[in-house]
């Protein structure tokens, strides 16, 4: 996975779910989703966390790369890890032992207007700023004007579009007006990070890269090396931290995290003691490498946390701004060349499930044909699809039997003639004598990761004639290239909620594939994708949300817009034998977010 801004951002969205759609137009600072919430009005705090942790001690973790900026929000930079989690807050937050649930934060109150077009947040009057100064309505006005002007990333104009304007009320009540009735666009204003004014000054926004922080959060830049590692202090006068939210919970003194330039730079790092908690991404190392005296003294402690997460979509995506990727027909056949059994077996250790679809390990995830209310709400577009998603059940390609590798390369090659590429001398080539070759596009972080994966698949596509080469470069230059669409094929992942919702146009919308840093990644441009997005934002009730889904996922499918690789349903984590943690997991969580919130030094 890449540690890049646009994961991090992936990673906050899985954090901050959504509030109900049955909120009543005036209610307590808590909602579910078709359900009544779990806790009640003054509850004490979240079943997952142990109310009273004791607080105190350090915790040191890694960052991947570089970083040169302490601002999260903007598109050209590389932000410290853990500002999002540790220096700005939300309006409101969720429980991670819930699909969709908020509770209140910076807000004490919420009301829906009766015709659902704005929403109000009353302000707690004890919210803080680190310097000191309240929190207040022009505060959040400020961010969210901020976030949404051109200055800042253009994740957030996407995932915002239909918030009209922010007016402040009085001093501690501020109102969103919306350009249309969407429904959970309310929902969405409670996830705006809050900053203050005093931290950007008098500079242009994307120009705020070295300020130190001013957020409302529980704590504080305290030290930095740029590129190298910046440590975080508990602020002293956290104004949250009788907060049911925030009973329990962040309770080292001092968190820090040590930058490392790759994985197993960074693996031998934390065997040798320099950081703390650790999650691997690697199934040969996590099989082969986290074995010796520590583990077996009980120095380090190795785990697999099961999770309920929705698993989303990792796959190597093709850009279809090349010329090259503009046909499904290759798009499948290059498909077909990835043999995912024999790597799973031969290099994963049969640890990873096949991912079959963009909300993988998920209710949302389509299976079979169209049928019932799904079928339905395809059948208007059905001129404009293509009939295999009517009448064939997309799979990704297997090579267990019956099936084989060997079949699939036959059926490549048909596809790829049917296209219109002919085998000349080895090499497949067009009508233009222009051969089929391409580069995949890696990080200096992960690279050596898919070094191995890839190669394998090299050899399959060359037995078709097609020529895969892989690239390695600097974080810094992956990010800025991807950013600007400047490749043939990159790896990707595509983290998902438990609600997938308005994140979805600046992912796969048409307007998106143009815009400069978007999660558009592969140029996207198809009417009904667009029509079925405006139906899952749109969904009156989880039911309808639901099946929207499904159709999307189905249509995205059998678009063959990448190539789909897997995930894994526990989270591998080690860490160092000095912490203690609850005994009971939520359900939908990130480790090292979770890991950060709820332990506590021995």
């Not at 400069?516 to 039911?543: T, W, Y």
């Amino acid at each position: 996975m890449h540690q890049s801004k646009r994961e991090s951002w992936w990673r906050r969205c899985l954090g901050l779910l959504l509030l109900a759609l049955t909120l009543p137009v005036h209610a307590a600072p808590s909602a579910a989703l078709g359900y009544t919430p779990k806790y009640p009005a003054g509850f004490s705090h979240f079943d997952y966390v142990r109310a009273d942790a004791p607080k105190g001690g350090n915790l040191t973790l890694a960052g991947q790369g570089s970083f040169d900026s302490f601002n999260p929000f903007i598109l050209k930079s590389r932000p410290a890890a853990g500002l999002d989690l540790l220096v700005f807050e939300p309006l409101m937050v969720s429980s991670l032992d819930e699909p969709f649930s908020k509770y209140g934060l910076l807000a004490e109150d919420i009301s829906l207007a009766a015709d659902k077009l704005s929403v109000t947040f009353r302000l707690n009057p004890l919210a803080k700023f680190s310097n000191g100064k309240p929190v207040l309505a022009r505060d959040v006005k400020f961010s969210f004007d901020t976030l949404k002007s051109n200055a800042a990333h253009p994740q957030y104009r996407y995932y915002w579009v239909d918030i009209k304007r922010a007016v402040v009320v009085d001093a501690r009540t501020i109102r969103f007006e919306f350009a249309r009735v969407n429904p959970e666009l309310y929902l969405i204003a409670t996830e705006i990070p809050v900053f203050s004014r005093d931290w950007v000054g008098d500079k242009p926004f994307n120009k705020v890269a070295t300020e130190v922080p001013i957020g409302s959060g529980p704590y504080i830049v305290q030290s930095f090396d740029l590129g190298k590692h910046i440590s975080f202090v508990r602020n002293p006068n956290y104004w949250g931290r009788d907060l049911p939210t925030r009973r329990g919970v962040f309770n080292f003194d001092r968190i820090t995290y040590k930058y490392y330039k790759d994985d197993t730079i960074q693996r031998e790092a934390f065997k040798a003691g320099e950081y703390d908690f650790h999650i691997e991404y690697s199934s040969k190392a996590w099989a082969r490498d986290f074995v010796g005296p520590a583990f077996n003294d009980g120095g380090i402690v190795k785990k697999e946390l099961v999770h309920r997460n929705n698993a989303g979509m990792q796959g190597l995506v093709f850009n279809t701004r090349r010329a090259i990727f503009k046909d499904k027909r290759v798009r499948k056949a290059i498909g077909l060349a990835f043999d995912f059994e024999w790597s799973n077996e031969h290099l994963f250790y049969k640890q990873y499930t096949r991912c079959n679809s963009y909300f993988s390990n998920s209710e949302m995830a389509s299976s079979g044909l169209p049928q019932g209310d799904e079928l339905k709400l395809l059948e208007p577009y059905r001129a404009q699809l293509s009939p295999e998603v009517f009448t064939t059940v997309w799979q990704p390609p297997m090579t267990l039997p019956p099936h084989s590798l060997r079949e699939n390369l036959r059926q490549a090659r048909d596809l790829l003639k049917q296209a219109g590429w002919i085998l000349r001398d080895g090499v497949l080539r067009n009508a233009n004598g222009e051969p089929l070759e391409f580069e995949v596009l890696g990080d200096s972080v992960q690279g050596r990761t898919f070094e191995r994966i890839l190669g394998p698949f090299a050899q399959n596509l060359k037995k078709l004639g097609i020529v895969m080469n892989y690239r390695t470069v600097d974080v810094a230059l992956w990010q800025r290239r991807t950013d600007v669409f400047d490749f043939d094929m990159v790896t990707a992942v595509y983290g998902e909620s438990q609600s997938p919702g308005n994140e979805l146009y600046r992912r796969w919308y048409s307007k998106s594939a143009d815009e400069e840093g978007s999660e558009n990644l592969m140029g996207v441009k198809d009417p009904v994708i667009d029509a079925l997005i405006d139906k899952v934002v749109q969904a009156p009730d989880r039911k309808h949300l639901v099946t929207a889904l499904k159709a999307l996922d189905r249509v995205m499918l059998h678009g063959e817009y990448l190539v789909p690789n897997w995930y894994n349903k526990v989270h591998r984590i080690a860490y160092r034998n000095k912490f203690d943690m609850p005994s009971s997991l939520p359900l939908y969580y990130a480790a090292e977010g979770w890991m950060i919130e709820t332990s506590w030094s021995k």
